[in-house]
């Protein structure tokens, strides 16, 4: 497959050590030990699935990328989850480098997500979605609840169909915004401006990520009701970059009130990228509500 024009282990490294605040908690520079990360394809029914993994022994957690991002964008997390004792896989969805040609397709990638975990024997399993990633990993959730061992969800307001919420939505995008190039809208401007070696990374990977790259197109119409949030099943954490447009907090913490018991923590800052703009704030919080979970 095509190499990128950067080497992938420097631009995370750095792209860490200039992140806008340090980890309460499990912070990169912390790490001891921490598993190679692997990449290979896994073999469909009618396709194949690209995926990188760090295997540190444990429960898996699978993490979904955005529609900007694939596979490749999550390697800071998979060293991060892969060192605290976590099987970490990230996979490219249909369409994004390494898989299968495909347009978008929530259901198709739920299907695809479902047919990987079983091939790959991880059922039960953690969840991570990022973006347009969350939106597929809250549909799994809500449609599989039994296989999964808990929910995070990243920078998203999860496409529920509630009118309020979509108004409050639209309301806050200036004309224009959408044919703004992909960086201005998903990366927060404190780290564009700390932090342009990460932007110019996150701009390589973005093009890298989608081989066949033309417009993102609209967002998918909303599917998932506020009454399928009161009844999901699924110990759920709803993570807010302080910064992002797409999500700010307050919608963010108003689809999190939905489901019951779920958890909601923000990311100073942060943009719609939160999981690069700030991987040790993002890893922690993650990390503390994994054991959280298992330890409840």
Not at 48 to 74: C, K, M, N, Q
Not at 230 to 257: K, N, S
Not at 284 to 292: C, G, M, S, T, W
Request: charged share 15%; glycine share 6%; net charge neutral.
């Amino acid at each position: 497959m095509p190499r990128l024009p950067f080497t992938r282990r420097s631009l995370l490294a750095s792209a860490a050590l200039a992140t806008l605040r340090p980890a309460p908690l499990l912070a990169l520079s912390q790490v001891t030990t921490v598993a190679a990360i692997r990449e290979r394809t896994v073999a469909l029914p009618d396709g194949s699935i690209y995926l990188r993994e760090a295997d540190g022994g444990g429960p898996a957690v699978l993490l979904a990328h955005p529609v900007t991002g694939s596979a490749h964008v999550f390697d800071a997390q998979l060293r991060a989850l892969s060192s605290a004792g976590y099987r970490a896989i990230a996979w490219s969805r249909r369409g994004h480098r390494g898989s299968s040609p495909a347009a978008p397709d929530a259901a198709l990638a739920q299907n695809d997500l479902h047919q990987l975990t079983r091939a790959l024997a991880l059922v039960p399993f953690h969840l991570v979605g990022t973006a347009a990633g969350a939106g597929i990993a809250l549909g799994y959730a809500i449609s599989r609840p039994q296989e999964l061992l808990s929910l995070t969800l990243a920078c998203s307001a999860s496409n529920i169909d509630d009118p309020a919420l979509n108004a409050a939505s639209r309301a806050l995008m200036p004309k224009g915004f959408d044919e703004l190039p992909a960086h201005i809208r998903e990366l927060g401007p404190e780290f564009r401006a700390a932090n342009p070696q990460g932007t110019q990374a996150w701009r390589e990977l973005e093009e890298f990520s989608r081989p066949s790259a033309g417009p993102l197109g609209p967002p998918p119409k909303p599917q998932i009701t506020p009454s399928d949030l009161a009844a999901l099943a699924v110990p759920a954490l709803w993570i807010a970059g302080e910064a992002d447009l797409f999500a700010p907090p307050a919608l963010m913490r108003r689809v999190a009130e939905m489901a019951p018991g779920a958890r909601f923590a923000t990311i100073p800052r942060a943009g719609h990228s939160a999981y690069w703009e700030d991987p040790d704030a993002f890893n922690a919080i993650v990390l503390d509500f994994l054991a959280r979970t298992t330890n409840a």
